[in-house]
Structure formats: C-alpha cells, structure tokens
Nanobody, 117 residues
C-alpha cells in the first residue's frame, strides 16, 4: 500500500486546515493509520491515529480537542481536520499505516503545514 498525503499550506493562527491521505490499496481492518508530524528542530510526534476497522481514535494532549482524524473506507482515505491552529503546529505532516498504533511500516511523502503568527 502506498500513501499520498495532501492538503498542507500556509495559514494564520486560529485558522483551520484539512489534510488528506489516499491509499493505493485497501487497509486491513486491524491496521492503524496515523498522522505524524515533524517540526523544525523537533522530534517526530504522533498527532492522531485511527483503527481502520473499528474507527477508534487516539490523540495526544497537544492536539486533543483541536485535531480530528476520520476515514472514508470507500475512498481508502484518511483525513486530519486541524482547527485552532497554532504556530507550534508548523511541521511536515506524514500519514502512515501499520499493524498497531505507532508501529507504522507504510509512510506517505509528507505535506508541509505552516502556521504564521
């Protein structure tokens, strides 16, 4: 399965942005699909994960209440709705998939999100 992320861009503080991740093939229902970001000079950070079959989600405290992950099984796509964006959300955002949360074996190419103050 190959992943293609899109939707990044330049926004202002407080704006919203929606990222998309399209898969070239089906995910197993047991798989997890997540969004991982890496800001300038920062470690990679998992910001959202969804179990493909069950639809259960995970968010770290840093984005909880602001980011929402969702999926469209028919379109083999995962989305990340980002609201109330902050400058510290500036990063390259990658979609990734694998057998469990955080254990990703498939990675997309990344899309840049820049939040200006």
């Amino acid at each position: 399965v190959q992943l293609q992320a899109s939707g990044g861009g330049l926004v202002q503080t407080g704006d919203s942005l929606k990222l998309s991740c399209a898969a070239s093939g089906p995910f197993l229902s047991s798989w997890s699909v997540g969004w991982v970001r890496q800001g300038p000079g920062k470690e990679r950070e998992l910001v959202a994960n969804i179990r493909w079959g069950a639809g259960t989600t995970y968010y770290p405290d840093s984005v909880k209440g602001r980011f929402t992950i969702s999926r469209d099984k028919g379109k083999k796509s995962v989305f990340l709705q980002m609201d109330s964006l902050k400058p510290e959300d500036t990063a390259v955002y990658y979609c990734a998939a694998g057998t469990s949360l955080g254990e990703y074996s498939r990675w997309g190419q990344g899309t840049l999100v820049t939040v200006s103050s």
